[in-house]
């Protein structure tokens, strides 16, 4: 009896703190900017997926392991989002999907509270490579508001070739929501 007390008793405990979310694609923004031609131009991706267990007051326990769909991209140009999903860009059909994988979250030095810092990995085009940035965590009614920012190097995933034309650098801009599960 008292076995079974102290098993159960470990997996209350393992749970304490553990918010289990996930993230809500409607209002949510997954936007990217990148220069072409010396101009900015910007898309979105849709179709949020994944898993967020995130706990202010347990950063120990908190990860993201969330993804968005490639083929929902949208620049609003309905030739340059086909050639975007081709073999060339991000080849939709191979790899249909982009995804973030938290390995380490923790506060920031920043004295406001809310500001965490993101340390993980993240896979484009089936390369993974390392992606650290700040975010922010609002509390919402049944969940949390995400925002942050990031910058990688397209032609580090293989997404297309370097050229004069296209700039290396993506920003990346997070505005997501995620609900309870």
Do not use: C
Request: charged fraction near 25%; glycine fraction near 8%.
């Amino acid at each position: 009896m008292w076995k079974s007390f102290l098993i159960g008793l470990f997996f209350i405990s393992m749970n304490v703190g553990a918010q289990n979310y996930v993230p809500v694609d409607l209002g949510s923004k997954v936007h990217f900017v990148i220069k072409n031609f010396g101009i900015n131009t910007g898309g979105d991706f849709k179709e949020l997926k994944g898993d967020i267990d995130f706990a202010p007051e347990n950063l120990a326990r908190s990860k993201f392991d969330v993804t968005v769909s490639v083929s929902t991209i949208d620049t609003d140009n309905e030739m340059r989002d086909k050639n975007l999903t081709s073999y060339e860009y991000f080849d939709a059909t191979k790899f249909p999907v982009i995804r973030i994988v938290s390995t380490k979250i923790e506060k920031t030095n920043k004295t406001d509270s809310g500001f965490y810092y993101l340390t993980g990995t993240i896979t484009i085009k089936g390369i993974t490579k390392a992606i650290s940035f700040p975010f922010q965590a609002v509390k919402k009614s049944e969940g949390f508001w995400f925002t942050g920012k990031f910058e990688i190097d397209r032609t580090a995933f293989g997404v297309g070739e370097k050229n004069l034309v296209l700039s290396n650098k993506v920003a990346v801009t997070l505005s997501v929501s995620a609900k309870k599960k």
